[in-house]
Every structure is written in C-alpha cells, then in structure tokens.
C-alpha cells in the first residue's frame, strides 16, 4: 500500500484458455505495478467470435483465474476491446498486458483506446510457454520436452513448430523460444514463508501435471484440513514411470512454477519422493497426509508397495474427495479432439500478429 493515498487498482483482462505459469507471471507483475489486481476474463461467445472457441469453459476459466495468488477479483465476461468506460467502472487507474499484440477479429489493437488514453502499462510476457507449445507436446508421443535444452528437444521443438504453423507466418511474440527456468522467477513465485509455530502442516505429493481445476479444487480442500500447504512433486522419471507415454507433459521446473502460482500452496518439494517416509515427515513436521480420489500407484521400488503406507502407520493419512473429475489424461484428450480447431486457431493469431509485425517494421523505415 502507498500510505494514506488511495491504493492503485489495476486491470489485467484476456482470455486465459489453457492458464499457465506465462498467465500467471504477467498478473505477478501487474499486480506489482499497483495494490489491487483485477482480471477480466472474457466470456466463451467472445473468445469464439475473435479467436475461435476455447478449450476451457467459461466457468474453468474463471476459476483458474481465480486461482492465482496475486489476483484480487475476477471480473466474469470482461469486453473484448478494453474501453475507458471498464477502466472506470472497476475503479482501475491504468491496464496491463503483456508485450505482445492482441487485435479483434477485424484486426483491431483491443488496446488501442486504452493506450491512447495513456492508461496501457506493458508487462514482459514469458519467453518459452505458450497453449501452442503444451499442444504440441501432447500431439507429439516424445519426450523431449522433460530434458530441455538437449538435442532431442531441439528436434522435437522444430518439428512441433513445423506442424503447428506455417513458417512464413512467425509471429515474433507467440513464435515460442525456450523457457529458462532460473532461481530468480521461483524467488518470485514462492510465498517465502515459513510455518508459524503450531500451525498445521498439510502434506500432499503427485505430478500436478497441465494444472488444471482439478487440481485447484484438491488443492483448496487439503489446504482447508490445516494452515500451512506443502505440495511434493514428483521428478519428470518418477512420473514416467508411473504415467508413461510422453508424460508428463510439463517438465518439473514448469509444474514447480504452476503449482506455486497456486493461492493455496504454501511451499513446493521439488522432486519429492515417491513414497512419503518417516524423514519427510520428520523434516517438514507433518501432521496430515492427503490424496485425492485418483487412483494411487503402487512403488515399484517400495517394500509393500503403498506410497503411503508410514503416514498411515502414524494415523495421519487422508483421502479426500475434490468433487472434480478432471485429469490430466482427460484434458490432453479434450485437447487433441479439438485438435483442428486448435491448430487453424493458433495458425490465425500468428499470422495476423506477423502481418501486423511487417507493417508497423514498415511503418518505421518509411
Ligand atoms: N501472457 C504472457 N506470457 C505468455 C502468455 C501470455 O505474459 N507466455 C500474457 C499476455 O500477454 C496477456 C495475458 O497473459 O497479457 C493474457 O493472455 P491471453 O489473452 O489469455 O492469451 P495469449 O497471449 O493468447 O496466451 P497463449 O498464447 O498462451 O494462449
Ligand atoms: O494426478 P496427479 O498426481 O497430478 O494428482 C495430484 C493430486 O491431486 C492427487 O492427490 C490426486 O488424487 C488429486 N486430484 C484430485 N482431483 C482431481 C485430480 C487430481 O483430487 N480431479
């Protein structure tokens, strides 16, 4: 807060179909640009009409959305073009969006009102994530994506970009390039916090792979069993081994910035292990132990096999029920159904944002 003056609102509006840890990062840093973040998100006849349908319903939309820590309000069905009259009825000074373009269907900047208002801030958009990108990972029965930077990613890479676009059609702001998972952006996605004495420590481990609603519903129940969350992730190994095929499709870097961006996570193992033992439960102070209603697959290398068998032992196991059926399985089959569309759709937006690119590079050598 800025002392006794009002706090700054700021507005951050889109479609948020496929929220990632890119969505996530842009509101971090529009809410650092002010006190008070609210997010527009766009309802599904919008997004069809300027973009193509989404995947994600308005409804899981919202929720994402609401999800992430550092929002403060969800604005539901949020116009597309931003006008000064939505600026000013939610009380916001100024609007954020993320350095790249973002026309109507007729080609418009939906910030062109905004910007020449003066109310537009930019924010940096994430380098290296994109709905184009995890689509094409699921498309593609490869791996490359869990060793990045290595050779067989950088195949993998151009083969997904070759079949999803057409390369005379590369947009310079979705155009993917490599994310760089660094210890500055964890720094800045973790809470930083420690458990207060007599807090109730929640412990909950598993893939978290493609954060999805499902996840998010698990996610507030455990936390609601105490005060202070801890959530393990399992190694991209790990994972394969139990999940096979090309899973997990984000790497653990990706879910570690995923499940941190989380409202509910108080802190995040990266790379726990499979089974929960006495040392984890000792180290962290455990006092509760949760999974959900998904199947739990047994430790190859354990000696009875129950991931869970010590918490049990202590009587400080759970199964809670999120009330949601969404698995990561379920979305990537959701996505691949929708694969056309998907594909036509992400072609489109590069196209236009290269068209545009060409013309404003036009514009300046004039
Ligand atoms: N954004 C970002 N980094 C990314 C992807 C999106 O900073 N890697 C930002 C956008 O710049 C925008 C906000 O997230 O400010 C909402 O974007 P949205 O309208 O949902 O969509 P896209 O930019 O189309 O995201 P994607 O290409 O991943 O679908
Ligand atoms: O499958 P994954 O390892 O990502 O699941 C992590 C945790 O989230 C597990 O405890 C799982 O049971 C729970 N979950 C849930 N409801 C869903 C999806 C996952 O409770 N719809």
């Known amino acids: 807060m800025n002392g006794d003056k009002a706090p700054v609102r ?102 062109h009102i905004v910007k020449s208002a003066g109310r537009y801030k930019e924010c940096q958009r994430t380098q290296g994530v994109s709905t184009t990108d995890l689509v094409g990972r699921m498309l593609l029965l490869t791996r490359g994506h869990q060793q990045r930077g290595d050779s067989e990613y950088k195949v993998e890479r151009s083969r997904t970009e070759s079949m999803s676009e057409d390369s005379a059609a590369k947009s310079p702001w979705t155009g993917v390039s490599q994310f760089l998972p660094t210890t500055q952006k964890i720094i800045q996605f973790s809470e930083g916090k420690e458990p207060k004495p007599g807090d109730k420590i929640v412990y909950v481990a598993g893939a978290f792979d493609l954060f999805h609603v499902g996840h998010l519903d698990f996610l507030e129940k455990a936390r609601a069993q105490g005060d202070y969350l801890i959530v393990g992730l399992h190694t991209d190994p790990v994972v394969n081994q139990y999940k096979g095929a090309n899973y997990p499709i984000m790497n653990l870097h990706e879910r570690v910035l995923s499940v941190l961006a989380c409202r ?36 190859v290398d354990g000696e009875d096999g129950d991931p869970y068998e010590e918490p049990k032992r202590r009587n400080k196991f759970m199964l809670l029920d999120s009330g949601n059926t969404m698995t990561t399985e379920l979305l990537v089959q959701r996505i691949i159904s929708n694969r056309l569309s998907f ?24």
Request: charged share 30%.
């Open 10 to 111: 700021v507005w951050c509006d889109g479609c948020y179909d496929m929220v990632h840890f890119g969505h996530a990062n842009s509101l971090r840093q529009a809410k650092a640009m002010g006190d008070y973040l609210v997010v527009g998100v766009h309802n599904d006849e919008e997004i069809t009409k300027h973009k193509g349908p989404p995947v994600f319903t308005e409804e899981e939309r919202y929720k994402m959305v609401r999800g992430i820590k550092w929002v403060d309000e969800v604005i539901e069905g949020a116009p597309y073009v931003t006008t000064l009259e939505t600026l000013d009825k939610y009380d916001c000074q100024f609007c954020v969006h993320g350095d790249d373009i973002t026309t109507t269907a007729d080609g418009v900047d939906t910030y």
């Open 264 to 299: 509910y996570v108080s802190e995040v193992v990266i790379g726990a292990p499979y089974s929960v033992s006495k040392d984890m439960m000792d180290h962290f102070k455990v006092d509760l132990v949760v999974h959900g209603a998904t199947p739990v697959a047994t430790d």
């Open 343 to 366: 594909v036509e759709r992400n072609q489109k937006k590069e196209a236009k944002e290269a068209n545009l690119w060409k013309a404003m590079n036009a514009d300046q050598e004039k």
